[in-house]
């Protein structure tokens, strides 16, 4: 679907919102990730397509992207941060099952790291303020500069921010506080995955989703 730039901003340190119009009968569920297509000039090995979880909530009226902007980026980042409004990219459909549960007394543990966050700011931004789902949240940021999204994500959920390493002692003893919780983990694969291990034999495969972003490294 084609679309187009609209805008981009700072959010947090070497963090970038990316916004673009909303094709005609988009729809998605906070969560969930597309496809964006830029063809451009030089484009490297990676190519011109990459995955990303909309961080913009279904409501809004536009279509947001938040990415890092990395010291030596890839071809397709200089693209995008360098696109003027009214540029075209185009867009595919929502995917993805990292989403909310239907039943709203269920207790979430949300788990982000560093860029992991993008999928919790759509998803808090889409709760009306007279949500009172139980959410508990565990951010974990290089540096305090880092955090994006705090204030939409405080209106939902109880969030502890963690500078430098998220262990999976801290996540255990966490959710070991939840009952029966749904525990949702979002960031650089490295992280994603060891995390994963580290609970998957205390909590089944319906209580635990994983959003894996690849290409980052915990060094980033
Ligand atoms: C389901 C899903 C959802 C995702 N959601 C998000 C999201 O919300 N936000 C997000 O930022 N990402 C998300 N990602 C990851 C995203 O698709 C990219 O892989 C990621 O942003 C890295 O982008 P990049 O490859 O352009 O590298 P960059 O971010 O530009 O760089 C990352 C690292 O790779 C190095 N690098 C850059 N170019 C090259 C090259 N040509 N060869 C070798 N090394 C290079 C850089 O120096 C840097 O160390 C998601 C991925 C998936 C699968």
Same mark, same amino acid.
């Given at each position: 679907?084609?679309?187009?730039?609209?805008?981009?901003?700072?959010?947090?340190?070497?963090?970038?919102?990316?916004?673009?119009?909303?094709?005609?009968?988009?729809?998605?569920?906070? !969560?969930?990730? +597309?496809?964006?297509?830029?063809?451009?000039?030089? #484009?490297? $090995?990676?190519?011109?397509? *990459?995955?990303? @979880?909309?961080?913009?909530?279904?409501?809004?009226?536009?279509?947001?992207?938040?990415?890092?902007?990395?010291?030596?980026?890839?071809?397709?980042?200089?693209?995008?941060?360098?696109?003027?409004?009214?540029?075209?990219?185009?867009?595919?459909?929502?995917?993805?099952?990292?989403?909310?549960?239907?039943?709203?007394?269920?207790?979430?543990?949300?788990?982000?790291? !560093?860029?992991? +966050?993008?999928?919790?700011?759509?998803?808090?931004? #889409?709760? $009306?303020?007279?949500?009172? *789902?139980?959410? @508990?949240?565990?951010?974990?940021?290089?540096?305090?500069?880092?955090?994006?999204?705090?204030?939409?994500?405080?209106?939902?959920?109880?969030?502890?921010?963690?500078?430098?390493?998220?262990?999976?002692?801290?996540?255990?003893?966490?959710?070991?506080?939840?009952?029966?919780?749904?525990?949702?983990?979002?960031?650089?694969?490295?992280?994603?995955?060891?995390?994963?291990?580290?609970?998957?034999?205390?909590?089944?495969?319906?209580?635990?989703?994983?959003?894996?972003?690849?290409?980052?490294?915990?060094?980033?």
């Amino acid at each position: 679907m084609e679309s187009k730039f609209v805008q981009q901003r700072l959010v947090a340190k070497n963090t970038i919102a990316v916004s673009f119009t909303k094709p005609e009968n988009f729809t998605y569920q906070a !969560g969930q990730f +597309v496809e964006l297509t830029l063809p451009h000039k030089q #484009t490297d $090995s990676r190519g011109e397509k *990459r995955w990303f @979880t909309l961080s913009s909530s279904p409501d809004e009226e536009i279509l947001t992207i938040t990415t890092k902007r990395a010291p030596s980026s890839s071809s397709f980042k200089e693209a995008v941060f360098n696109s003027r409004p009214g540029a075209p990219l185009r867009v595919s459909d929502p995917m993805g099952d990292f989403v909310l549960p239907r039943n709203e007394s269920k207790q979430l543990l949300f788990v982000a790291g !560093g860029i992991g +966050v993008t999928p919790f700011r759509s998803m808090c931004a #889409t709760l $009306s303020p007279q949500s009172n *789902r139980p959410i @508990t949240m565990l951010y974990a940021a290089k540096s305090q500069e880092e955090f994006a999204y705090l204030e939409t994500l405080k209106n939902h959920a109880t969030v502890h921010e963690i500078i430098g390493t998220l262990t999976s002692d801290l996540l255990l003893d966490t959710a070991k506080e939840l009952s029966e919780p749904m525990i949702y983990i979002s960031g650089p694969e490295p992280m994603v995955a060891s995390l994963y291990e580290a609970l998957k034999h205390t909590y089944s495969q319906s209580q635990l989703l994983c959003d894996y972003f690849p290409n980052y490294t915990r060094k980033e």
